[in-house]
C-alpha cells in the first residue's frame, strides 16, 4: 500500500517492533496502526491504583469508554439515606479524578460493563469502597476540562 510520507504507520516488516507492546488508545479494526498509539510502559503510572468498576446497563455511558478518557467518580447515596455532607454545609457530593485504561464487552446475560479506573493512589481505597458498597457513580469529564 502506497502511504503519503505524513502518514506515520506501522509498516508489515516492522511488526517486531509493536509486538509486547500496550495500546495506548482503542485501536479500531481495520485501521492503520501508528507507532503513537502504542507504549512500552504501564498504563497505571507511579503513584496511581486500579479501580475495577462494574457497571450496569443502565449506568454505562452511550459514549464508549476509552483508554485515557477523564471520568470522576462519584459518591452517591443509597436512595432515601440523609446526606450528612449537606448539615455541615458541604459543596455537593464527594468524587474522586480518574482515568480509563480499559473497559470491557457487556457481559453477556447482565450487560455489566468492567471499567478499569487510574485513580491517584490514596483515593484508590475510597473508590474500591464505593464500588463494594454499589454507592459509586462514573461520570465522563468533557475534554476541555481535563
Do not use: Y
Not at 18 to 27: N, W
Not at 59 to 85: F, N, S, Y
Amino acid at each position: 500500500m502506497a502511504l503519503d510520507p505524513a502518514v506515520k504507520a506501522v509498516r508489515a516488516d516492522e511488526v517486531e517492533s509493536v509486538v509486547g507492546k500496550r495500546a495506548a488508545v482503542e485501536l479500531q479494526p481495520g485501521s492503520l496502526l501508528s507507532p503513537s498509539q502504542v507504549t512500552k510502559d504501564s498504563l497505571v503510572k507511579v503513584g496511581e491504583q486500579l479501580v475495577p468498576i462494574g457497571l450496569k446497563p443502565e449506568q454505562v455511558p452511550a459514549t464508549a469508554l476509552v483508554p485515557g478518557q477523564k471520568v470522576q467518580l462519584v459518591h452517591v447515596l443509597a436512595q432515601g439515606a440523609a446526606d450528612p455532607g449537606q448539615e455541615l454545609g458541604k459543596a455537593g457530593p464527594q468524587s474522586i479524578a480518574g482515568r480509563v485504561v480499559k473497559a470491557s464487552k457487556a457481559a453477556p446475560g447482565t450487560g455489566v460493563v468492567v471499567v478499569d479506573v487510574a485513580t491517584a493512589a490514596e483515593a484508590g481505597p475510597t473508590a474500591a469502597a464505593w464500588v463494594s458498597a454499589d454507592a459509586l457513580r462514573l461520570v465522563l469529564v468533557s475534554p476541555e476540562n481535563s
